[in-house]
T-cell receptor, first 113, second 108 residues
Framework: SQTIHQWPATLVQPVGSPLSLECTVEGTSNPNLYWYRQAAGRGLQLLFYSVGIGQISSEVPQNLSASRPQDRQFILSSKKLLLSDSGFYLC????????????FGNGTRLTVT | AQRVTQPEKLLSVFKGAPVELKCNYSYSGSPELFWYVQYSRQRLQLLLRHISRESIKGFTADLNKGETSFHLKKPFAQEEDSAMYYCALPNRDDKIIFGKGTRLHILP
């Protein structure tokens, strides 16, 4: 069966420090991978999605970047965190094509101080 | 442009009363719509999709192309239905757009 792992669960980082959140998927190949940010009253905002290794689409201009170094690995990064980067980040995967549903990780609560 | 609108941030319903969570969409073509749910301290998960035409946990949702709606309904609310509900719409590039969500609060 397929599983998705996202870590860490919580993270407190000072302003200006770097960020690396990791997400891995097991039990499937060639998945679509997604990073969302969930904020109260603003719903789920799509940040990045990827249909293959090295293929990243950015949905909103921001201080964050994403990379997909391996088929089932998706990394969310920042060189210098801002206070506004605080939030709840969700990784998800889906089967490529055919309007398949998303499968979410447990999320990472990031607090920038 | 592709868009999903959930007009209610919070919906409070008494236990045993009917529930309707509203979702309207904007999409050129034949949409495939989903409802996702997030219970307290659990991960966001798929509740149902319109193409399945099935009832999950007593919930149903019918796609109304004329009204561009995909409202989620349940005839009799239960306390365990309290959760955050999101309506979602994928586009041709496999990007999945979510509404802002509705928090459903079931009153005893």
């Amino acid at each position: 069966s397929q599983t998705i792992h996202q870590w860490p669960a919580t993270l407190v980082q000072p302003v200006g420090s770097p960020l690396s959140l990791e997400c891995t998927v097991e039990g499937t190949s060639n998945p679509n991978l997604y990073w969302y940010r969930q904020a109260a009253g603003r719903g789920l905002q799509l940040l990045f999605y990827s249909v293959g290794i090295g293929q990243i689409s950015s949905e909103v201009p921001q201080n964050l970047s994403a990379s997909r170094p391996q088929d089932r690995q998706f990394i969310l990064s920042s060189k210098k965190l801002l206070l506004s980067d605080s939030g709840f980040y969700l990784c998800a995967w889906s089967v490529r094509g055919g309007n398949s549903p998303l499968h979410f990780g447990n999320g990472t609560r990031l607090t920038v101080t | 442009a592709q868009r999903v609108t959930q007009p209610e941030k919070l919906l409070s319903v008494f236990k045993g009363a009917p529930v309707e969570l509203k979702c309207n969409y904007s999409y050129s073509g034949s949409p495939e719509l989903f409802w996702y749910v997030q219970y307290s301290r659990q991960r966001l998960q798929l509740l149902l999709r319109h193409i399945s035409r099935e009832s999950i946990k007593g919930f149903t949702a019918d796609l109304n192309k004329g009204e561009t709606s995909f409202h989620l309904k349940k005839p009799f609310a239960q306390e365990e239905d309290s959760a955050m509900y999101y309506c979602a719409l994928p586009n041709r590039d496999d990007k999945i757009i979510f509404g802002k969500g509705t928090r459903l609060h079931i009153l005893p």
